[in-house]
């Protein structure tokens, strides 16, 4: 097998995509040729464009809920300089892996595309473990995208209550089947046909994209702080290190807050089946997710910078939700209600976002058999031509995690740094692969980063390698350490993967030979019915 996709890097070393003519009898436009020449056969209407494929992808970023629900990380590990300094810094590295992602893209525009590349670009022999180990990576952080966005926003409905009736408490009970009734609502719009989510993502999208330069305007102009904004010398020279670490540390901590918000920009690869013109569009819409997302970011930071009050009593606040204490403190009661009710629409349209992106890489898995009863997984419902049963899947495990909740906010916070270690992971190993192993011989799609394709993974791939171990360290060390403020990042994350990898080990590796094809698999005058056996 590993013979095979070797030769597929090596002898496939051109500009752009090369179709060889085939002989089946499919139908032969560009889309359909380009997924061909993959191995898969069309089951997708691709009703997504690239403005359609960006609206989903900015719709999972969901930049102000996003923000609102990781301020905690950003202002409480490392201040108002933390925030402003951080963001930059990150996003210029962040911005490196999504153009080496949208690479990728390009050249294997298929829903199951980061492991599909692992598998062809790994060195002879590794091949099944190295698509494996990015699949299951990819598939933990796209399913707790959904459960960690609308326990979000369940806390800031609770927030509001708690604002507009002082003597209410809420229970986790009631954050817990709130946050489940958001997963069930979207759980249905997903199950939905392709043009109607379509439809829905693209308004939620300009909902989102108006919501964020609403905020950006109303915080500025609506404060009511005397002073209406802190000294920049202030803002940004004063690092507030709420970790027991070095200030260095602490602002890498920090990152957390930007590698969450920022990790949805890969929701156009995982669409890219039903894109039209999906080699030139959803790369195109990873790069501007990233690139706009990562403006809109800054300036969001920079602004609650300037204008926060009391830091300390945004962190510790018995609203339970830093977002709302913020807002309460630098805005009038009806202005900051408002806001939050902007916030808390955008978050929902963000997490039924993540539930599409999470249905079809699920459903992309499934079609290869690394779930058990896979066959059941990845059906598409012949109604709606969506894959239904994945989307269910994803809802049930979704619930589940949220059962976290009765643990402790320690816990289930855990799902926020989980969500951006597994996702960059999964970036990470086949850009890893293209630059170190390789190199030259990759073949480039039509969208591509010519001689700088190098240089730039390798800026990504450093970066990533860095954070994972900083994303699992506890704000607190020696004495100061204890259940309840431990980071548990590593068993959410490490427990999962290291069972998927046994399972490699002890039985998958026997029939587990990478990414399975459903017709035969044309490239380079080569055909072959997977990627693993020549015919």
Same mark, same amino acid.
């Given at each position: 097998?590993?013979?095979?996709?070797?030769?597929?890097?090596?002898?496939?070393?051109?500009?752009? %995509?090369?179709?060889?003519?085939?002989?089946?009898?499919?139908?032969?436009?560009?889309?359909?040729?380009?997924?061909? /020449?993959?191995?898969?056969?069309?089951?997708?209407?691709?009703?997504?464009?690239?403005?359609? /494929?960006?609206?989903?992808?900015?719709?999972?970023?969901?930049?102000?809920?996003?923000?609102?629900? $990781?301020?905690?990380?950003?202002?409480?590990?490392?201040?108002?300089?933390?925030?402003?300094?951080?963001?930059?810094?990150?996003?210029?590295?962040?911005?490196?892996?999504?153009?080496?992602?949208?690479?990728?893209? *390009?050249?294997?525009?298929?829903?199951?595309?980061?492991?599909?590349?692992?598998?062809?670009?790994?060195?002879?022999?590794?091949?099944?473990?190295?698509?494996?180990?990015?699949?299951?990576?990819?598939?933990?952080?796209?399913?707790?995208? !959904?459960?960690?966005?609308?326990?979000?926003?369940?806390?800031?409905?609770?927030? !509001?209550?708690?604002? %507009?009736?002082?003597?209410?408490?809420?229970?986790?009970?009631?954050?817990? =089947? =709130?946050?489940?009734?958001?997963?069930?609502?979207?759980?249905?719009?997903?199950?939905?046909? $392709?043009?109607?989510? !379509?439809?829905?993502?693209?308004?939620? *999208?300009?909902?989102?994209?108006?919501?964020? #330069?609403?905020?950006?305007?109303?915080?500025?102009?609506?404060?009511?702080?005397?002073?209406?904004?802190?000294? *920049?010398?202030?803002?940004?020279?004063?690092?507030?290190?709420?970790?027991?670490?070095?200030?260095?540390?602490? #602002?890498?901590?920090?990152? #957390? *807050?930007?590698? &969450?918000?920022?990790?949805?920009?890969?929701?156009?690869?995982?669409?890219?089946?039903?894109?039209?013109?999906?080699?030139?569009?959803?790369?195109?819409?990873?790069?501007?997710?990233?690139?706009?997302?990562?403006?809109?970011?800054?300036?969001?930071?920079?602004?609650?910078?300037?204008?926060?009050?009391?830091?300390?009593?945004?962190?510790?606040?018995? =609203?339970?939700?830093?977002?709302?204490?913020?807002?309460?403190?630098?805005?009038?009661?009806?202005?900051?209600?408002?806001?939050?009710?902007?916030?808390?629409?955008?978050?929902?349209?963000?997490?039924?976002?993540?539930?599409?992106? !999470? /249905?079809?890489?699920?459903?992309?898995?499934?079609?290869?058999?690394?779930?058990?009863? /896979?066959?059941? &997984?990845?059906?598409?419902?012949?109604?709606?031509?969506?894959?239904?049963?994945?989307? &269910?899947?994803?809802?049930?495990?979704?619930?589940?995690?949220?059962?976290?909740?009765?643990?402790?906010? $320690?816990?289930?916070?855990?799902?926020?740094?989980?969500?951006?270690?597994?996702?960059?992971?999964?970036?990470?190993?086949?850009?890893?692969?293209?630059?170190?192993?390789?190199?030259?011989?990759?073949?480039?799609?039509?969208?591509?980063?010519?001689?700088?394709?190098?240089?730039?993974?390798?800026?990504?791939?450093?970066?990533?390698?860095?954070?994972?171990?900083?994303?699992?360290?506890?704000?607190?060390?020696?004495?100061?350490?204890?259940?309840?403020?431990?980071? &548990?990042?590593?068993?959410?994350?490490?427990?999962?993967?290291?069972?998927?990898?046994?399972?490699?080990?002890?039985?998958?590796?026997?029939?587990?030979?990478?990414?399975?094809?459903?017709?035969?698999?044309?490239?380079?005058?080569?055909?072959?019915?997977?990627?693993?056996?020549?015919?």
């Amino acid at each position: 097998m590993e013979t095979t996709m070797q030769q597929l890097v090596e002898d496939r070393g051109m500009s752009k %995509t090369s179709l060889e003519p085939m002989d089946d009898d499919f139908p032969v436009d560009h889309d359909e040729k380009v997924l061909l /020449s993959l191995g898969y056969k069309q089951e997708f209407k691709r009703e997504f464009s690239l403005w359609t /494929s960006f609206c989903v992808s900015f719709a999972v970023l969901g930049l102000l809920p996003s923000f609102a629900s $990781t301020l905690f990380y950003g202002m409480g590990y490392a201040g108002t300089a933390g925030m402003v300094w951080g963001w930059i810094i990150a996003m210029i590295f962040i911005q490196c892996v999504a153009l080496s992602l949208a690479e990728l893209c *390009s050249s294997m525009p298929t829903s199951g595309g980061l492991y599909y590349a692992s598998a062809v670009l790994a060195p002879p022999g590794w091949g099944p473990v190295a698509s494996w180990a990015t699949g299951w990576s990819s598939w933990i952080g796209q399913v707790t995208g !959904a459960p960690s966005v609308n326990y979000s926003a369940a806390a800031m409905i609770l927030a !509001a209550r708690s604002i %507009t009736d002082p003597n209410y408490v809420q229970t986790n009970w009631e954050l817990f =089947l =709130l946050t489940t009734f958001l997963m069930l609502v979207q759980s249905c719009i997903s199950s939905m046909p $392709t043009k109607w989510i !379509a439809m829905f993502n693209s308004l939620g *999208s300009s909902f989102n994209m108006a919501v964020v #330069i609403i905020v950006i305007i109303l915080i500025p102009t609506a404060t009511t702080t005397d002073p209406k904004f802190a000294p *920049s010398r202030q803002v940004w020279g004063t690092i507030g290190n709420g970790t027991d670490f070095p200030n260095g540390i602490a #602002i890498l901590m920090s990152f #957390i *807050s930007v590698m &969450w918000a920022m990790s949805g920009f890969d929701a156009p690869f995982h669409l890219s089946e039903e894109c039209a013109i999906a080699d030139v569009a959803s790369p195109r819409a990873i790069v501007l997710t990233s690139a706009i997302g990562g403006i809109f970011g800054w300036v969001l930071q920079v602004i609650v910078a300037y204008t926060v009050v009391d830091i300390g009593a945004v962190i510790d606040s018995d =609203l339970g939700q830093p977002w709302a204490t913020y807002l309460l403190q630098v805005l009038p009661q009806k202005a900051a209600l408002a806001t939050l009710a902007l916030t808390i629409i955008a978050g929902f349209s963000m997490g039924q976002g993540c539930m599409v992106a !999470a /249905s079809r890489v699920t459903y992309a898995y499934a079609r290869d058999g690394c779930f058990p009863m /896979s066959r059941f &997984w990845r059906k598409v419902n012949r109604h709606t031509k969506t894959p239904v049963n994945a989307v &269910w899947f994803n809802c049930t495990v979704g619930v589940l995690l949220c059962l976290l909740i009765f643990a402790g906010e $320690t816990a289930i916070l855990a799902i926020f740094s989980v969500g951006a270690i597994a996702c960059f992971v999964a970036f990470t190993i086949p850009i890893s692969l293209r630059v170190f192993f390789v190199g030259s011989r990759f073949r480039r799609g039509p969208w591509h980063l010519g001689n700088f394709g190098k240089p730039i993974g390798a800026a990504a791939v450093g970066f990533v390698v860095l954070m994972v171990p900083v994303l699992c360290l506890p704000p607190l060390i020696g004495s100061n350490l204890n259940s309840v403020n431990m980071n &548990w990042t590593c068993l959410v994350y490490g427990g999962p993967m290291l069972i998927a990898l046994l399972w490699f080990a002890i039985d998958a590796r026997k029939w587990y030979k990478g990414p399975r094809v459903n017709v035969k698999h044309a490239m380079i005058g080569q055909v072959i019915n997977d990627l693993g056996k020549e015919v």
